[in-house]
């Protein structure tokens, strides 16, 4: 890299907008959206996909809902031409959907797209020419006025041929390809130029695509040219302006909110923002953005894996893990905070009275997108007390008392440091399971009965297991616990308080089974933890003293 940049590559000058209005604007509605994947985005890709997947995005994007798509460059492949030609002999356009297809301002390629485009119902013709000063000086070698001749010669035949075929319903759209970096007056100019041999009105719609083909600017910069635009552009009320951002900058799909904002009026990108070299404008980023400000985008992402899945395999490019909304791990806590947060917010909802989301760290509640709280916290050696919990909690019911989160995070903990890997699901509740007696457990209870004498004291009677030993035990006590506590005492020789106990039901029935959840503290402070479930809450509960005792008495044996 060079020292002094600056010898070789010049800032983009800002445009002259001392009173610009979009700062102050809030976007209150979704824009009209066009899919260009089965065009820009298909011409991008090593490998241009084959009318079988052609075919499957475009039953993608109808499903979606996208009503505007441009579907192909009809004059540039064999591939495209026919394409276009099945999509109209075999009646696969819905009544509100309109094809748009790409030309370039030469009169044999008009001429050719128009063959492709005959007997559709509705189409965009869309024409471009490259308007920027870098191309005029240096790959086309003409002057202004030459371009705008070029445009204006081609949209005269393009109107011609439109009224040749009255049955269909027309639109034109202009592109002054490198608008972003075209003189703000020339791209005014020859907008003007098109405008007035195409005459937009109710019959004859027209729009004017201002797009950013390379990034040149940081996005305020791309929302003051399309605010100049719009501003001064003299028949702006009779057309829609579009906006076609790149992301050559990281900065697609900022530029393309701040330009609506601006005064666009329509977005066109491809899905996960597939395009030339860094690619288009993000459409599925960009939708659900509005939908987390409470605006409805008119497109359907409910079936987010599904979308992911039918890209990947005509684009024959993955889809980042991290990529918005859509990536695998992009609702996924791994950070033992972000877990603790998130699992409260979820213990929040549960409690709330509206439907409002709110949860910490999830812009957008996963579900809504077709998406499971399995993955929501993932726990590896960073991860705290919240992750472990949520996940046995989440898929077994257990709300664990906080005291043996902090215990259970501390075993799983162990395991993840010493594995140095992900625990799945699976795991740790096998590792729950073995931890807190719920398998295999070193003392198991038999038969037991309890009955009160004269002094109110409770009298313990019971029988355990331990391994293929067989003993009877018997205490006194204030209570079950207590009484049970004293048996276990003389029977281990063993001293322990009872310390904690908590309990639940697993589930809203009545013949649920309960969860019980010990924990003793042995000399020297040290203390453990026991879990029982059954369907008798006492015999849990005695099953978890157990569990906690024989966790201090036989750990790591």
Avoid at 469 to 477: A, D, E, F
Wanted: hydrophobic share 40%; proline share 4%; glycine share 6%.
């Amino acid at each position: 890299m060079l020292h002094q940049p600056a010898d070789k590559y010049h800032a983009f000058p800002a445009v002259t907008l001392t009173d610009r209005q979009w700062p102050d604007r809030t976007l209150t509605a979704a824009p009209r959206w066009l899919s260009t994947d089965l065009r820009d985005g298909n011409q991008s890709l090593a490998e241009p996909m084959d009318g079988a997947r052609k075919k499957a995005f475009w039953q993608l994007l109808i499903q979606c809902g996208f009503k505007e798509i441009e579907v192909a460059f009809p004059s540039a492949s064999q591939t495209d031409f026919n394409f276009v030609r099945e999509l109209i002999e075999e009646r696969m356009i819905p009544d509100d959907v309109t094809i748009q297809v790409l030309t370039q301002a030469r009169a044999d390629l008009i001429d050719r797209t128009f063959i492709a485009l005959e007997g559709a119902k509705q189409a965009c013709v869309h024409l471009y020419n490259a308007t920027a000063p870098v191309f005029r000086r240096l790959v086309f070698r003409q002057s202004r006025e030459q371009i705008i001749e070029l445009a204006v010669n081609a949209t005269r035949l393009i109107r011609l041929r439109c009224e040749e075929q009255p049955q269909t319903r027309w639109t034109f759209e202009y592109s002054p390809e490198t608008f972003c970096f075209t003189e703000a007056d020339f791209a005014l100019e020859i907008c003007e130029a098109v405008a007035a041999v195409w005459q937009p009105c109710a019959q004859r719609p027209m729009i004017i695509n201002l797009p950013a083909t390379v990034e040149v600017s940081t996005p305020n910069v791309y929302a003051d040219q399309i605010e100049y635009f719009c501003r001064h552009f003299s028949q702006r009320p009779q057309v829609c302006i579009s906006v076609h951002p790149h992301n050559d900058r990281g900065t697609g799909i900022a530029a393309a909110e701040l330009a609506l904002l601006a005064g666009a009026d329509r977005v066109e990108g491809c899905l996960f923002g597939n395009g030339e070299r860094t690619g288009n404008v993000d459409l599925v980023t960009m939708a659900l953005n509005f939908y987390t400000q409470g605006i409805h985008p008119q497109l359907d992402f409910s079936q987010m894996k599904q979308v992911v899945d039918v890209v990947e395999q005509c684009n024959q490019l993955p889809v980042h893990p991290r990529h918005p909304y859509a990536g695998e791990l992009v609702f996924t806590a791994f950070s033992g905070s972000h877990q603790d947060a998130i699992k409260k917010g979820f213990a929040a909802r549960q409690q709330q009275q509206d439907s409002r989301w709110e949860v910490p760290y999830l812009p957008l509640d996963p579900a809504d997108i077709g998406c499971s709280y399995e993955a929501v916290i993932r726990v590896n050696s960073q991860s705290g007390k919240s992750g472990a919990a949520w996940m046995i909690e989440q898929n077994h019911g257990l709300a664990l008392p906080r005291a043996l989160q902090q215990d259970f995070s501390q075993q799983v903990q162990q395991v993840a440091d010493r594995e140095s890997r992900e625990m799945t699901q699976a795991a740790i509740w096998q590792l729950f399971r073995r931890v807190y007696g719920l398998e295999a457990a070193h003392l198991q209870l038999g038969e037991y009965r309890s009955e009160s004498d004269s002094q109110g004291q409770l009298r313990f009677d019971a029988s355990i297991q331990q391994g293929d030993k067989h003993y009877s035990i018997s205490g006194r006590g204030n209570g079950l616990l207590s009484a049970a506590a004293d048996a276990l005492r003389q029977a281990l020789d063993v001293s322990f308080t009872i310390q904690d106990y908590h309990e639940h039901t697993l589930g809203q029935r009545s013949d649920s089974r309960s969860v019980t959840y010990l924990r003793c503290i042995f000399p020297g402070n040290s203390s453990a933890w026991g879990v029982g479930i059954d369907s008798d809450v006492s015999r849990a509960s005695l099953q978890a003293l157990l569990n906690a005792v024989a966790q201090d008495q036989w750990a790591g044996k």
